[in-house]
Nanobody, 124 residues
Framework: QVQLVDSGGGLVQPGDSLRLSCATSGRTFSSRTMGWFRQTPGKERDFVASIAWSASMTYYADSVKGRFTISRDNAKNTVYLQMNNLKPEDTAVYYC?????????????????WGQGTQVTVSS
């Protein structure tokens, strides 16, 4: 069993930065692919970024490439999403998720554990 707790969201202005954190419990964290997704009301959950268990591979949605950075600290069982130069269109509830080892995917259906979500609002 893996439990994920998202945090770090808030209300910021365009151009500001935020860092989201996802603290996990469970012995298998270090072997899992971790991802971040986001969702706005009435829309599907969209892929944002993912990172392999070794942190050797990272993937980003085109809309966040160059602005967001995903990282992980396996010693702390935590994954992060550094978000820079935030835009109003980044406003959403952000969820971290865990996928089985070896799975590299942008599809939410491949992730089997989810955090509760943290709200990010970008507005002037």
């Amino acid at each position: 069993q893996v439990q994920l707790v998202d945090s770090g969201g808030g209300l910021v202005q365009p151009g500001d930065s935020l860092r989201l954190s996802c603290a996990t419990s469970g012995r298998t964290f270090s072997s899992r692919t971790m991802g971040w997704f986001r969702q706005t009301p009435g829309k599907e959950r969209d892929f944002v970024a993912s990172i392999a268990w070794s942190a050797s591979m990272t993937y980003y949605a085109d809309s966040v490439k160059g602005r967001f950075t995903i990282s992980r600290d396996n010693a702390k069982n935590t994954v992060y999403l550094q978000m820079n130069n935030l835009k109003p269109e980044d406003t959403a509830v952000y969820y971290c998720a865990a996928a089985p080892s070896g799975v590299i995917s942008t599809s939410p259906s491949r992730y089997d554990y989810w955090g509760q979500g943290t709200q990010v609002t970008v507005s002037s």
